[in-house]
């Protein structure tokens, strides 16, 4: 146990503030006005309507001092960037593989990867694909193939490492499939869609046993991995004092690559890469970088985004603003809980995740719970939460027009690095409480339109019920 803990002081927030950025304080009115403009869909909010934003962790962590000075010595040369190699060093130190490839952010590292390794009927394991992930397997033509442990699908069952991959299904679908269609295993680290649960460094092994096996290369999407890694100094037997960056090499030296987007644990605002140990492949990689992101040492990036996040990638590692950055989530996740609130359990890395459909049991999910639990949000005090249920993940049946649920009905509470206070995160506390004092009073919604694919981002909805009646300030 870390000796903070021990000691049952509060855990602070490892750094004073240096630059502040105001957020605007709005009314009950103002937001109700702002919701009805944009069809009660969050993500058409412009974001000064947002008075705490926990849409996403993704790009939107505070750079240190050090990171901003580093962006000042960015050499922004076309080829043979100073700030290249400088990225290239750190990450070839950090995470122990040999060809670096930066790119522009997580998904254009994915879609380079998997349009090199993928044919048409191949298959792509995954703990939990993220959606730009199986979005880019299967513009390939493949299939992808999410295998999490089944304690991974109950939102209310706490497991140390939710996250881990379900290693006997693994090994049958390489028996059905063939190891030649699968050209490569992957392992989500923290699993994102799973809730922000970590995986063990004996399921990476175990999963790492069963690719050698077979000759199959595994890689890890490593958006996480930091947040992973203390999960496992904190969880797993054997770690307690192995520091953090050792536990991220013993990570990775089962890993045969990687994909990696910055804008997570490379505390930086865009950035990413595509990392592996086979050169030829590395080869192909960059030609096919060459042609739609940039020359091999820039990727995408301006020199200075490389060392924001050569030096990000450094102090994500620091084990003070670790143990800050997951005392922070659980806190919310603890308190919320406290009262009542249904939560994934336990609190992941980088996020909470209400169980919406346990939130309004009264609902079904066509009546889009989620939907309705991030409207109520934003009104009761302008937090602004992402749904992953039905509006993200259900369908409309093409022959029938007939509406399919997603097999869960989420909410993610998703919080930036380093950008909000224990105060911001208490008011948040007292928001989701309200909400819940009032559930019985919250009705469902309905699409008035939606687009014919990734609908979420621009659907347009209207409540079913006297919409957020009461409550609030
Ligand atoms: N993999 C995982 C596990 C992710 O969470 C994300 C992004 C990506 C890949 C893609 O990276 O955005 O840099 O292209 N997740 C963000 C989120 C968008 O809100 O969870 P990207």
Redesign the pocket.
Known sequence: MPPSVAKRRTIIEPFKIKVVEPIRMTTREERIGYLERCGYNVFSLPADEVLIDF?????TSAMSAEQWAAVMRGDESYAGSRSYYRFRDTVKSIFGLRHIIPTH??????RILFSTVCRTGDVVPNNTH????RANIEATGARAVDLPIPEGLVPSHRHPFKGNMDVERLGALIEEEGADRIPLVML?V????GGGQPVSMENIRAVAEVCRAHEIPLYI?A??FAENAYFIKLREDGYDDVPVREIVREMFSHADGC?M????DGLSNIG?FLATNDEALAERERDLLILTEGFPTYGGLAGRDLEATAVGLEEVLEEDYLEYRLASVRYLGEHISSYGVPIMQPPGG??IYIDAQAFLPHLTPLDLPGQALVAELFVEGGVRS?EIGTVMFGHRDPDSGEEIAASMELV?L?IPRRVYTQSHVDYVVEVIRAVWERRASIGGFRFTFQAPALRHFTARFEPLYPFSQEGGE
Do not use: I
């Open positions: 849409l996403t962790d993704s790009g952010q997580g998904r254009a590292a994915e993220f959606d730009t992930t989500t923290t699993n994102n869609t999407d958006c996480r994909t987007s910055a804008k997570k990413g980088h996020a992402v993610r998703a």
